[in-house]
């Protein structure tokens, strides 16, 4: 067909010398990036290469609208189909491919692993239940629940199949990535909701820890706590060797067939549910180990529609922390933008392109876009509403990317401690409370007051407390965190420090006179009033206030602002003095200096004027002059105005529209 020359070839051949270089980068283990990484991803379903006519219109609008890098084939259900199916599936697959590397495409591959839980339809709608291969133990819960379609990955004949499952598609496809669905977990899978507590699981566990625990007695120990902690790290450092060693069988026969390709995870808020551990190492470990490739991954979940804007707020905090808890080689990041069930009534097309740019602030490299797996609108409309306002954004989102390769998110932290999966459960709680956190979560509701959030940032100048955290951290563990951080509480966690008698040595500070234009200093005063501001004899700073809530009003707004900038020794290298319903992200650099700011509206008005106090120099004594460029998509550059003061910069940003993102790089 005609249509297929129109996209140069070229595009495909720099593509893959810029992978190549790429590669010999991680394989030099170099935390410095200097190749761009930043590609647009289409995820598809089996559809898509399964009915003729359906790949002929993707491939046909791919070709319309330029912005596409690679597609995400998807294969069925593994162990619910049987392999003659897979066979065939995967035949399908490959001309598909082809079709697509010839146009300049990189096909991956992303497959269901474990399976998501027993109402999970999903993948085949025509009854996936029908030709299952499953005849080994399927997962089992805490309370004896047996699921009928999930796979416990502990089970040799499951992993005999597994070694299989995905060959036909590997061989057929040559992916560049395969990646692993985020079923590829232990807990949430219902009826099974904490697994797996099957026979073999528990006497594997039993073998390797020298217990002798049924299933009864397991669950009762580990709700009690039994070895304060220690029971509780074994069984879920078990659960993590469980999925390693699949992701490991997995990895292995795929790497046989086709040895260029590299196996990624995606993962999803895993940092709440306690029984997946603290990050996804073990699995990560054992993808690079078969492969010699490092992993990519894709973070993020939900916020599925546009019917609650500010929830990208909670997805892009959510998606920068578990950033932080990869490892330092592991460089392409591709948060899903999801519009599950993937209908025009749900997902705007500026909700897809703002949710691009505010994950890329959020730290990631790449994007990957579930928005027309399900075929329920015509590719017509998928084509002229998303692609084509992809085509239009990718030229800002790559800039954007590109300059900001080798910064991350700075600035306060929400912080979740790392022993919340040990914590005792209150008496007023129900069991098993502990497999399940929100600590940190309070973040997500005054994120659009201006205050610049960056989830375990391992620079942060000050830790925001929440109670939830607070709660769940014993004496000791916050006695040295109070000793070794600057910290903004909220007056009930505070008084509960009190009661527990951990709060010796504060001396009380008067908060700081401050005029403003826009509020009179009688309404700053009375904002003030409600604050308590502390120094520690280890000379550490605390703010307390009245809540973490954010119906406050305009002074309130502004006087947060600078109490967590107080708490931070005035380090925060990003702080709003404007008031309004604005979202900040600061990135630095490894050595601390500034790089860019980024500002989203969460409102429908159009700000103007919003005053931005930065602190470019950072630690880092560099006096050139810069240059500070306002940039939005679609718009002209504008280059700012600074303003110094000491060696703060005060920026004038002249408007920014509602729900519109801009950011100011700095040269
Ligand atoms: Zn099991």
């Given at each position: 067909m005609n249509m297929l020359v129109r996209r140069p070839l070229r595009i495909g051949i720099l593509v893959f010398i810029a992978l190549t270089m790429t590669v010999n980068g991680y394989a030099a283990g170099h935390n410095h990036r200097d190749t761009s990484l930043f590609r647009m991803m289409i995820r598809l379903w089996p559809e898509h290469h399964m009915d003729p006519e359906l790949s002929q219109q993707l491939i046909d609008a791919l070709l319309q609208y330029d912005f596409c890098d690679e597609v995400w084939f998807c294969g069925s259900l593994p162990a619910t189909r049987c392999l003659s199916f897979h066979d065939s599936s995967a035949t399908q697959m490959g001309i598909i491919a082809d079709r697509l590397r010839r146009i300049g495409i990189i096909p991956s591959l992303q497959v269901v692993v474990i399976g998501h839980g027993d109402s999970a339809t999903v993948f085949s709608p025509d009854g996936y239940q029908k030709d299952s291969t499953i005849h080994w133990g399927t997962m089992v819960g805490a309370n004896g629940e047996k699921t009928m379609s999930v796979n416990c990955p502990r089970q040799e004949a499951y992993l005999a199949f597994m070694e299989k499952a995905f060959v036909p598609y590997a061989k057929a496809c040559q992916p560049y990535s395969l990646y692993l669905d985020d079923d590829m977990r232990m807990s949430q899978h219902p009826p099974a909701m904490e697994g797996c507590f099957c026979e073999t699981c528990i006497s594997l566990f039993n073998n390797e820890y020298g217990y002798d625990f049924n299933r009864e007695a397991l669950v009762e120990a580990l709700d009690r706590n039994d070895g304060e902690g220690t029971l509780r790290r074994q069984w879920i450092a078990f659960g993590q060797e469980s999925l390693a060693n699949l992701a490991r069988v997995i990895a292995l026969s795929v790497h046989k067939v086709s040895p260029g390709t590299r196996v990624g995870l995606q993962h999803n808020y895993f940092h709440h549910n306690m029984l997946e551990g603290w990050d996804w190492i073990p699995m990560l470990k054992a993808m690079e180990e078969e492969t010699g490739l490092v992993p990519p991954v894709r973070p993020g979940e939900l916020f599925y529609s546009d019917a609650s804007p500010r929830g990208?707020?909670?997805?892009?905090?959510?998606?920068?922390?578990?950033?932080?808890?990869?490892?330092?080689?592991?460089?392409?990041?591709?948060?899903?933008?999801?519009?599950?069930?993937?209908?025009?009534?749900?997902?705007?097309?500026?909700?897809?392109?703002?949710?691009?740019?505010?994950?890329?602030?959020?730290?990631?490299?790449?994007?990957?876009?579930?928005?027309?797996?399900?075929?329920?609108?015509?590719?017509?409309?998928?084509?002229?509403?998303?692609?084509?306002?992809?085509?239009?954004?990718?030229?800002?989102?790559?800039?954007?990317?590109?300059?900001?390769?080798?910064?991350?998110?700075?600035?306060?932290?929400?912080?979740?401690?790392?022993?919340?999966?040990?914590?005792?459960?209150?008496?007023?709680?129900?069991?098993?409370?502990?497999?399940?956190?929100?600590?940190?979560?309070?973040?997500?509701?005054?994120?659009?007051?201006?205050?610049?959030?960056?989830?375990?940032?391992?620079?942060?100048p000050v830790l925001m407390v929440d109670n939830e955290c607070a709660a769940g951290m014993n004496d000791q563990e916050t006695s040295e965190l109070l000793t070794r951080k600057n910290i903004v509480t909220d007056a009930h966690t505070w008084s509960q420090w009190a009661q527990r008698g951990l709060l010796e040595g504060y001396l009380d500070v008067s908060p700081p006179i401050i005029d403003d234009v826009t509020i009179d200093g009688a309404r700053l005063q009375r904002a003030w009033n409600q604050i308590a501001l502390k120094i520690s004899g280890s000379g550490r700073r605390i703010a307390v206030v009245p809540s973490f809530n954010s119906d406050i009003n305009g002074a309130e707004q502004l006087v947060l602002s600078q109490v967590f900038d107080w708490a931070s020794g005035n380090t925060l290298q990003a702080v709003l003095e404007s008031v309004a319903q604005v979202a900040i992200v600061p990135r630095s650099d490894t050595q601390g200096r500034l790089r860019s700011v980024s500002l989203l509206s969460c409102s429908l008005a159009e700000e103007e004027h919003l005053k931005l106090r930065i602190r470019p120099l950072g630690t880092y004594d560099d006096r050139l002059p810069k240059k500070y460029i306002w940039k939005r998509p679609g718009k002209r550059d504008i280059w700012l105005k600074a303003k110094f003061e000491g060696t703060d910069v005060i920026l004038d940003i002249p408007s920014l529209g509602g729900w519109e993102f801009g950011w100011i790089k700095i040269n």
């Amino acid at each position: 067909m005609n249509m297929l020359v129109r996209r140069p070839l070229r595009i495909g051949i720099l593509v893959f010398i810029a992978l190549t270089m790429t590669v010999n980068g991680y394989a030099a283990g170099h935390n410095h990036r200097d190749t761009s990484l930043f590609r647009m991803m289409i995820r598809l379903w089996p559809e898509h290469h399964m009915d003729p006519e359906l790949s002929q219109q993707l491939i046909d609008a791919l070709l319309q609208y330029d912005f596409c890098d690679e597609v995400w084939f998807c294969g069925s259900l593994p162990a619910t189909r049987c392999l003659s199916f897979h066979d065939s599936s995967a035949t399908q697959m490959g001309i598909i491919a082809d079709r697509l590397r010839r146009i300049g495409i990189i096909p991956s591959l992303q497959v269901v692993v474990i399976g998501h839980g027993d109402s999970a339809t999903v993948f085949s709608p025509d009854g996936y239940q029908k030709d299952s291969t499953i005849h080994w133990g399927t997962m089992v819960g805490a309370n004896g629940e047996k699921t009928m379609s999930v796979n416990c990955p502990r089970q040799e004949a499951y992993l005999a199949f597994m070694e299989k499952a995905f060959v036909p598609y590997a061989k057929a496809c040559q992916p560049y990535s395969l990646y692993l669905d985020d079923d590829m977990r232990m807990s949430q899978h219902p009826p099974a909701m904490e697994g797996c507590f099957c026979e073999t699981c528990i006497s594997l566990f039993n073998n390797e820890y020298g217990y002798d625990f049924n299933r009864e007695a397991l669950v009762e120990a580990l709700d009690r706590n039994d070895g304060e902690g220690t029971l509780r790290r074994q069984w879920i450092a078990f659960g993590q060797e469980s999925l390693a060693n699949l992701a490991r069988v997995i990895a292995l026969s795929v790497h046989k067939v086709s040895p260029g390709t590299r196996v990624g995870l995606q993962h999803n808020y895993f940092h709440h549910n306690m029984l997946e551990g603290w990050d996804w190492i073990p699995m990560l470990k054992a993808m690079e180990e078969e492969t010699g490739l490092v992993p990519p991954v894709r973070p993020g979940e939900l916020f599925y529609s546009d019917a609650s804007p500010r929830g990208i707020l909670k997805k892009g905090l959510e998606i920068a922390r578990e950033i932080r808890r990869l490892p330092d080689d592991v460089v392409e990041i591709a948060p899903e933008v999801e519009g599950y069930l993937h209908k025009a009534t749900g997902k705007s097309a500026q909700g897809v392109c703002l949710e691009t740019l505010y994950y890329l602030a959020m730290g990631a490299t790449q994007m990957s876009y579930a928005i027309i797996c399900s075929a329920e609108e015509p590719m017509d409309w998928y084509a002229s509403h998303y692609f084509k306002s992809l085509a239009e954004l990718k030229p800002f989102a790559k800039d954007y990317a590109d300059f900001n390769l080798n910064a991350m998110p700075t600035g306060i932290d929400p912080y979740m401690s790392p022993n919340l999966c040990v914590r005792n459960v209150r008496p007023e709680e129900r069991p098993w409370a502990w497999t399940y956190t929100n600590a940190g979560n309070t973040a997500f509701g005054i994120a659009h007051l201006g205050l610049p959030f960056a989830p375990e940032d391992p620079h942060s100048p000050v830790l925001m407390v929440d109670n939830e955290c607070a709660a769940g951290m014993n004496d000791q563990e916050t006695s040295e965190l109070l000793t070794r951080k600057n910290i903004v509480t909220d007056a009930h966690t505070w008084s509960q420090w009190a009661q527990r008698g951990l709060l010796e040595g504060y001396l009380d500070v008067s908060p700081p006179i401050i005029d403003d234009v826009t509020i009179d200093g009688a309404r700053l005063q009375r904002a003030w009033n409600q604050i308590a501001l502390k120094i520690s004899g280890s000379g550490r700073r605390i703010a307390v206030v009245p809540s973490f809530n954010s119906d406050i009003n305009g002074a309130e707004q502004l006087v947060l602002s600078q109490v967590f900038d107080w708490a931070s020794g005035n380090t925060l290298q990003a702080v709003l003095e404007s008031v309004a319903q604005v979202a900040i992200v600061p990135r630095s650099d490894t050595q601390g200096r500034l790089r860019s700011v980024s500002l989203l509206s969460c409102s429908l008005a159009e700000e103007e004027h919003l005053k931005l106090r930065i602190r470019p120099l950072g630690t880092y004594d560099d006096r050139l002059p810069k240059k500070y460029i306002w940039k939005r998509p679609g718009k002209r550059d504008i280059w700012l105005k600074a303003k110094f003061e000491g060696t703060d910069v005060i920026l004038d940003i002249p408007s920014l529209g509602g729900w519109e993102f801009g950011w100011i790089k700095i040269n």
